[in-house]
């Protein structure tokens, strides 16, 4: 079983949608981050969080601790939001990322 | 905010070839770099951990000796893919890390290789 699983897999959404991706995990952590892939291949690394809720612009990050699950919420998404999301996680005493295998999002105009 | 360049962005290349990839932290001095190799719909895959001044420490499964890492200063690693065959075509990712206690990676835009 892996360590960290999304859901789901495959978003499309029209534009203007409030979009939900879900992390769920099996193993104590230290912090867990939210990365974006652009369809190009680069990664942008949107939220590291530990508790709570982060936000940034139209974008929302949740965690709950207690039950090793965390969302990624967009509001009003938009076609330049697609792309993939990918959910990792920090262990406490290694620097190594675990990563999710993404999802993938697109919003259509 | 920090950021991690590539080079190059893409390359094509014979097979039995080597081929270097530099990854730089342009505005900071990365303490560790991280190489990642991702295969078509799959995750990252960690391949190794770089830090600046000592070897580098491979994942189970990845060949020291086919994947060269040189962290040379606090700004550059390079990794070079010798003897290249098909199926180290892949894209190759690295991030950086500015300092131990701070979790945050930041990645490079990538380089994808492709070993004809």
């Known amino acids: 079983k892996n360590e960290v699983e999304q859901s789901p897999q495959n978003l499309t959404a029209q534009e203007g949608e409030f979009i939900t991706i879900n992390c769920s995990y099996s193993v104590g952590i230290s912090a867990l981050h939210w990365l974006q892939q652009h369809p190009g291949g680069g990664i942008v690394s949107l939220f590291m969080?530990?508790?709570g809720k982060k936000k940034h612009g139209r974008l929302i990050a949740t965690i709950n601790i207690q039950e090793k699950h965390s969302s990624l919420h967009i509001t009003a998404s938009h076609p330049r939001d697609s792309a993939v999301y990918i959910c990792?996680?920090?262990?406490?005493?290694?620097?190594?990322?675990?990563f999710g295998k993404g999802t993938k999002l697109t919003v259509n105009p | 905010g920090a950021v991690v360049s590539q080079h190059p962005s893409w390359v094509i290349c014979k097979s039995g070839t080597s081929v270097k990839i530099e990854c730089r932290s342009l505005?900071?001095?990365?303490?560790?770099m991280f190489w990642y190799r991702q295969f078509p719909k799959q995750s990252l895959m960690l391949m190794a951990t770089?830090?600046?001044?000592?070897?580098?420490?491979?994942e189970q499964g990845v060949e020291k000796d086919k994947f060269l890492i040189n962290h040379a200063s606090l700004t550059l690693s390079t990794l070079t893919v010798t003897s290249a065959h098909p199926e180290d075509s892949s894209f190759y990712i690295c991030?950086?890390?500015?300092?131990?206690?701070?979790?945050?990676?930041?990645f490079g835009p990538g380089t994808r290789l492709l070993v004809l």
């Open positions: 990792a996680l920090s262990r406490g005493g290694s620097e190594k990322l675990v």
């Open positions: 505005d900071f001095q990365a303490t560790t």
């Open positions: 770089s830090n600046e001044g000592s070897k580098a420490t491979y």
């Open positions: 991030s950086a890390r500015i300092r131990r206690i701070q979790a945050t990676q930041y």
């Open positions: 969080l530990s508790s």
